[in-house]
Structure formats: structure tokens, C-alpha cells
């Protein structure tokens, strides 16, 4: 089961790979401990980089950590790509992401000793799920 604040390199990697498939992109997942969690490159160049959090809770807005959004914007500036901010709710297995470069509304606040922003959710952008072009599995294809 997956849980919040815990890291899970497979979940990671399905995320990245649910991000890339939707930007037509190619993904590279972080070892732990790195400062952001995926990027995204087409064959030349590094488009984005992402962190991912997972939330145990639907909320009707979402909590982007102040030192994550600078240390994105900062790295962005130097590699030329978009930083983005990537939560996956549970109860809802929705993937919402946001780029941090957009203009949004936002309010400020703390969450968990940590200072950061509250973005609302119509700001946030919903990553599709990963569907197939296969038609749906019959009984006959269980053999």
C-alpha cells in the first residue's frame, strides 16, 4: 500500500511514466535522496523537472513546500525546462500537476512546521491515466 511520505521507487517510476506519456516525453527517475524525483527529456534536452508527494486525503487545495518550489525554479532557470509540482491523491488515484513558472493564485502558509503556498484546484492540471489500445480482455483471453 502506498503511503504518504514514504518513498516507493515503483511508484515513482509508474508517475514519471504517467507524466511522460502525457507530455510525449521520455522520463529519468532520481536515485532517493535527490533534490527533485523525475525528469522529462526528449532525445536532446531536459524539459522538466518534477517532484512528486503523495496525499493520503483529498483536499480542495494543495500544499507546494517553499523550499521544493525555489530549489525547482532555481534549477529550471539553469537547465532551461519547467519545473513542476506533481501530487498524487489516493482516494481519488488522481494525478494533479502544476507548472510552477505559470502565474496562479496562491495563499501562503505552513503545513507540517514547513512554510510554503496553497494553490487552489482549478490551477492544477489533471494527468490522464495510462489507458491502452487494446480492446478489453474477454474470458477466452484468460487461456
Known amino acids: 500500500m502506498i503511503k504518504q511520505n514514504v518513498v516507493d521507487p515503483v511508484f515513482e517510476e509508474f508517475i514519471a511514466n504517467k507524466c511522460?506519456?502525457?507530455?510525449?516525453?521520455?522520463?529519468?527517475?532520481?536515485?532517493?535522496?535527490?533534490?527533485?524525483?523525475?525528469?522529462?527529456r526528449d532525445n536532446k534536452d531536459i524539459k522538466v523537472l518534477a517532484e512528486i508527494k503523495t496525499r493520503t486525503e483529498w483536499f480542495p487545495d494543495w500544499f507546494i513546500e517553499?523550499?521544493?518550489?525555489?530549489?525547482l525554479l532555481k534549477a529550471c532557470a539553469l537547465f532551461r525546462c519547467s519545473p513542476w509540482y506533481v501530487i498524487h491523491c489516493l482516494p481519488n488515484q488522481t494525478t494533479y500537476?502544476?507548472?510552477?513558472?505559470?502565474?496562479?493564485?496562491?495563499?501562503?502558509?505552513?503545513?507540517?512546521?514547513?512554510?510554503?503556498?496553497?494553490?487552489?484546484?482549478?490551477?492544477?492540471?489533471?494527468?490522464?491515466?495510462?489507458?491502452?489500445?487494446?480492446?478489453?480482455?474477454?474470458?477466452?483471453?484468460?487461456?
Do not use: C
Request: neutral net charge; hydrophobic residues 30%; aromatic residues 14%.
Open 20 to 40: 511522460a506519456s502525457f507530455a510525449k516525453l521520455k522520463y529519468d527517475v532520481t536515485p532517493d535522496n535527490t533534490r527533485y524525483d523525475f525528469s522529462l
Open 66 to 71: 517553499d523550499s521544493k518550489r525555489h530549489w
Open 97 to 143: 500537476q502544476i507548472n510552477l513558472h505559470h502565474d496562479f493564485n496562491y495563499r501562503e502558509g505552513v503545513m507540517y512546521d514547513e512554510p510554503g503556498i496553497f494553490v487552489d484546484l482549478h490551477h492544477w492540471r489533471i494527468i490522464p491515466k495510462l489507458g491502452s489500445d487494446k480492446p478489453r480482455m474477454s474470458p477466452l483471453d484468460w487461456k
